[in-house]
T-cell receptor, first 113, second 113 residues
């Protein structure tokens, strides 16, 4: 069974530029999460989807971050414009249902200069 | 709001020692608790998932216990090996509402030969 796929693995941009990350969850997993992990900290939830609906986005900085999961499968997270403090690893995770075991992708490391 | 604390933050031990990593949480109304390991520059790998009705789970040299009433989980690693060196994180699925997984900051483990 293929795992959670994420791309790109690494991205370097200058502040005020935009960036997009893509995630393809494990086949059949209805729940998809985007987490932000700053070096030395635990992952912080940005947004949780159940199929193509948003369950929680209370910690998503909506003035610059957006995410979508249009067909209830893969998802895109966008940052526009980026700030220095957005430098982090963006992790995508999926689970079969909302209380199921979480599986993570390798992450996308963003550096904002 | 659920808060998760992991102690110690870092641990360095010689090979062969038995280890205990701690995870505590403030709201005992949880559905699941999941332990992960994270290698440098990688995503999170699932180790064990404990449901709230369970007291412990075992996988190879790993044993995780859960005491909901005291808000604690421990991860026991038997006969540690250098390959166990990684950061270990716990995630708590709170049972009120949307079952959002909340992470601790992790315990960074180094096992030296």
């Amino acid at each position: 069974e293929a795992g959670v796929a994420q791309s790109p693995r690494y991205k370097i941009i200058e502040k005020r530029q935009s960036v997009a990350f893509w995630c393809n969850p494990i086949s059949g997993h209805a729940t998809l999460y985007w987490y932000q992990q700053i070096l030395g900290q635990g992952p912080k939830l940005l947004i949780q989807f159940q199929n193509n609906g948003v369950v929680d986005d209370s910690q998503l900085p909506k003035d610059r971050f957006s995410a979508e999961r249009l067909k209830g499968v893969d998802s895109t997270l966008k940052i526009q414009p980026a700030k220095l403090e957005d430098s982090a690893v963006y992790l995508c995770a999926s689970s079969r249902f909302t209380t199921g075991e979480l599986f993570f992708g390798e992450g996308s490391r963003l550096t904002v200069l | 709001k659920q808060e998760v604390t992991q102690i110690p933050a870092a641990l360095s031990v010689p090979e062969g020692e038995n280890l205990v990593l701690n995870c505590s949480f403030t709201d005992s109304a949880i559905y699941n608790l999941q332990w992960f390991r994270q290698d440098p520059g990688k995503g999170l790998t699932s180790l064990l998932l404990i449901q709230s009705s369970q007291r412990e789970q075992t996988s190879g040299r790993l044993n995780a216990s859960l005491d909901k009433s005291s808000g604690r989980s421990t991860l026991y690693i038997a006969a540690s090996q250098p390959g166990d060196s990684a950061t270990y994180l716990c995630a708590v699925f709170s049972s009120g509402g949307s079952y959002i997984p909340t992470f601790g900051r992790g315990t960074s483990l180094i096992v030296h030969p």
